[in-house]
């Protein structure tokens, strides 16, 4: 057995990172980082800050993954949190159930498109994508369909990283040490508005790159069980933003070829792209609508699924049938989480709240024209309280910058000298700030993030 090997410099004057150096393995991180750069040690946040054990404050331009919708330490979450756990913390939810799950589950569907009436709870975003695609299997299983069992998928689209999920992510970064064991599913080119393959803009076409969808559909018709997309923003994939018309071509072709739509809002769910979901505010009817991150505003791990009446009618029967969804976890409707879910569902649909979220997202656009000045600027584009800069070396001929370059991860180096805490994808420096900050904040986050892309590109 051999243990850990030499600590880092940076880890030796400080025992908790000797501690964890020793110990903790963290998500997305090359190893070789852990020595060469010091992790941070928060150890309180509130509001849009994070605070580290040496007095450092960071405003944290991504809440946290895009989870602290509300911003961090939130009192009126905590207090839920609080006067669920005098009644009871945790309780198995087969043969049990329980009112802050109760409540959750009519609000959510009071809020969704009319046709989604049911819900699955779990525990995470990549489960909740997890349960639809299991659901759409055993639902055409169960009504005479076992053909269909093939999922379409964007390029670049990021689903989550169980092996379910993998198998309809188009980010080879994420699959493909595990494509021998994925399923064989069918990627399809998205929409890609800042390199139109037709030269039109996002705001005026009419969607003409769903072409390759719609052959795609078309081809596989009897074997396409669903398609799954992430509505409006392609997350890890860069912040890559289309317009709601290609989510309506996809609809009416779905609806028309009896296959299942799953929308991903686990990201861009909550307002974050101005209305309160995506199939909500565009008038969309998904067949499965897949939530996480923000239901919680970060305060404990929730998901949920939330499908048609069709769909739940096709697993019931007697117990002989075996047509009962056979999927469960430990700690599905948790009831703590649960009832913090209702309160910030609560604090979410306050009067006015949609109004001033909609002026911060325009003090951001007004205040992103200083990123489309940097010379390395392919585009800032925005959706709602999501802005994204994508950097370039050729700015005439959109040329990227290398990966092995790292230029994003220089930038977040910098980003953090100047109390930025921000984590880009590749080249795209993105924001996704909680809700809680404000104008000023805003206007000084773009102001930052400028002057970090100068510290770094500027020097070369």
């Not at 802050?100 to 525990?123: G, K, M, Q, Y």
């Amino acid at each position: 057995m051999t243990g850990p090997g030499p600590p880092p410099a940076s880890a030796i004057n400080d025992p908790d990172l000797l501690r964890d150096f020793q110990h903790v393995w963290h998500p997305c991180t090359p190893l070789s980082d852990l020595e060469n750069y010091p992790l941070l040690n928060i150890e309180r946040a509130d509001g849009v800050y994070l605070y580290d054990k040496n007095g450092g404050r960071y405003l944290d331009v991504i809440a946290s993954w895009w989870v602290n919708l509300l911003g961090h330490n939130h009192p009126r979450l905590k207090a839920a949190l609080t006067a669920q756990l005098e009644k009871m913390a945790h309780v198995m939810f087969a043969g049990i159930t329980h009112e802050p799950a109760i409540e959750l589950a009519e609000r959510l569907t009071a809020l969704t498109p009319d046709n989604l009436t049911r819900v699955f709870f779990s525990d995470n975003g990549s489960t909740s994508v997890e349960i639809a695609l299991k659901i759409s299997l055993q639902y055409w299983q169960q009504t005479g369909r076992p053909e269909k069992k093939r999922f379409v998928y964007l390029k670049d689209g990021y689903h989550g990283e169980t092996l379910g999920a993998l198998s309809v992510c188009g980010l080879p970064l994420f699959r493909e040490k595990f494509d021998p064991v994925l399923m064989d599913n069918l990627e399809v080119a998205g929409p890609d508005c800042l390199r139109c393959p037709f030269g039109l803009k996002r705001d005026s076409c009419n969607a003409e790159c769903f072409q390759p969808m719609q052959e795609t559909l078309a081809q596989h018709t009897e074997a396409i069980a669903a398609v799954i997309v992430e509505p409006l923003v392609q997350g890890a994939g860069g912040m890559k933003m289309y317009p709601p018309v290609y989510l309506k071509k996809l609809e009416a072709a779905c609806r028309e070829l009896k296959i299942h739509t799953i929308y991903d809002e686990v990201a861009v769910g909550f307002y974050r792209t101005g209305s309160r979901f995506v199939c909500a505010g565009h008038g969309l009817s998904p067949t499965f609508l897949c939530l996480s991150k923000g239901i919680t505003s970060g305060t404990l791990p929730l998901a949920a699924t939330l499908t048609e009446e069709a769909v739940y009618d096709a697993f019931k029967g007697e117990f002989q049938q075996f047509n009962w969804f056979v999927h469960s976890h430990s700690y599905s409707a948790n009831p703590l989480a649960c009832a913090v879910a209702n309160e910030t569902l609560t604090l979410l649909e306050e009067p006015g709240f949609s109004e001033v979220l909609a002026q911060k997202a325009e003090t951001m656009r007004r205040a992103g024209a200083v990123l489309e000045e940097l010379p390395w600027c392919a585009e800032y584009r925005q959706t709602g309280m999501i802005g994204a800069l994508e950097l370039v070396r050729d700015r005439e001929n959109l040329t990227p910058f290398p990966l092995e370059r790292r230029v994003g991860f220089r930038i977040y180096q910098a980003a953090l000298k100047r109390e930025l805490f921000l984590r880009p994808l590749g080249n795209v420096m993105y924001f996704m700030p909680p809700y809680a900050v404000t104008d000023e904040e805003i206007k000084w986050i773009i102001e930052q993030a400028a002057a970090a892309v100068e510290d770094v590109l500027g020097k070369e």
